[in-house]
């Protein structure tokens, strides 16, 4: 079939209209098998944590309060020598 506006389409031979056909019947879905539902078990974490599950706090001498590095006074490493 030929487009009003674009001049530049043909017809092809052998693509006329449709000829209507019947739908097949739909089949149902065959069956899902069943999934075994794995067993859950609770681990035990490496370190203590608390009441809401979060590891406790514990104070390291080496780092600060934000967990930067603490520098001593004789400590070359800061200079990035």
């Given at each position: 079939?030929?487009?009003?506006?674009?001049?530049?389409?043909?017809d092809?031979?052998?693509?006329?209209?449709?000829?209507?056909?019947?739908?097949?019947?739909?089949?149902?879905?065959?069956?899902?098998?069943?999934?075994t539902?794995?067993?859950?078990?609770?681990?035990?974490?490496?370190?203590?944590?608390?009441?809401?599950?979060?590891?406790?706090?514990?104070r390291?001498?080496?780092?600060?309060?934000?967990?930067?590095?603490?520098?001593?006074?004789?400590?070359?490493?800061?200079?990035?020598?």
């Open positions: 079939m030929r487009d009003k506006k674009d001049n530049a389409t043909f092809l031979p052998g693509f006329g209209p449709a000829e209507p056909m019947e739908p097949e019947p739909k089949r149902p879905p065959p069956p899902r098998p069943r999934r539902a794995l067993k859950q078990e609770q681990m035990e974490l490496l370190e203590p944590t608390d009441a809401t599950g979060l590891p406790v706090w514990q390291d001498a080496s780092l600060d309060l934000t967990g930067l590095p603490v520098w001593g006074a004789g400590d070359d490493r800061r200079h990035g020598d």
